[in-house]
C-alpha cells in the first residue's frame, strides 16, 4: 500500500512538472521575439522612405531592381528590411543597399538617413535622384562614421556636384568609394 501512495505522489509530481514545462515552452513559442533594430534607428529608416517615390522604370545596369523599400513597414524588424543589415549582436544597422531599388527624389541634408550612427555600408547607385545636387549632409555623415564607413556607392544615382567638407584621408576604414557617373 505504501509503494502505491508514493508512486501515486511521484505520478502527480510527473504530471505538474510536465504541465509547468508545457505551458512554458508554448508560451515561449507563442511569445513575439523582441525587435532587434532600435526604434530610432527604425523611424529614421522610414522616414527616409517618404522621401522618395518609386520610379516606373529601373536603371538599364541593373540585371534585377525592384523598390527595396515596400517591405519597410513598422511595426516590423527593420532587420529583416530588404537592403538592411544589421550587427547580429547589437541590432544597429550597419549596411544599406538600396542599389537599384528604383528610388526617384531628392536626398535634403537633414535627411534621416544621416542619423543612422553605426552605417558602415551605403549603397545607392543607380537610382534617380533627379540631378539633384550632392546634399551637405553626405560630408558631415561621413566625417560622424569616419572610424565605421568602409564603402560608399553613388554610381549612376544622377546627383551632380561634389561631396562637400569629405576628408578622404579621415576615413580610416574606407575600403570602398564609388562616385562613378556624378555630374558636374
Known amino acids: 500500500m505504501r509503494w502505491f501512495i508514493w508512486l501515486s505522489q511521484l505520478f502527480y509530481l510527473l504530471l505538474l512538472f510536465y504541465s509547468q514545462l508545457a505551458s512554458s515552452s508554448s508560451s515561449s513559442f507563442n511569445s513575439s521575439s523582441p525587435l532587434l533594430c532600435s526604434q530610432d534607428q527604425s523611424s529614421a529608416l522610414l522616414q527616409f522612405k517618404q522621401l522618395f517615390s518609386p520610379s ?8 534585377i531592381s525592384y523598390p527595396k523599400m515596400e517591405s519597410w513597414k513598422e511595426g516590423t524588424d527593420c532587420c529583416s528590411w530588404d537592403g538592411v543589415t544589421c550587427d547580429s549582436v547589437r541590432g544597429d544597422v550597419i549596411g544599406l543597399d538600396l542599389s537599384c531599388s528604383r528610388l526617384y527624389g531628392t536626398i535634403p541634408s537633414n535627411a534621416s538617413l544621416f ?21 551637405s549632409g553626405f560630408g558631415r555623415f561621413a566625417k560622424n562614421l569616419s572610424s565605421s564607413l568602409a564603402s560608399l556607392t553613388l554610381e549612376g544615382c544622377r546627383l551632380r556636384g561634389s561631396l562637400p567638407d569629405l576628408d578622404i584621408f579621415g576615413l580610416q576604414n574606407l ?8 555630374q558636374d
Open 175 to 182: 575600403r570602398e568609394l564609388n562616385l562613378r557617373s556624378l
Open 115 to 135: 542619423d543612422l550612427p553605426h552605417l558602415q555600408r551605403l549603397n545607392l547607385a543607380f537610382n534617380d535622384f533627379n540631378y539633384s545636387q550632392i546634399s
Open 56 to 63: 516606373e522604370y529601373g536603371s538599364y545596369y541593373c540585371n
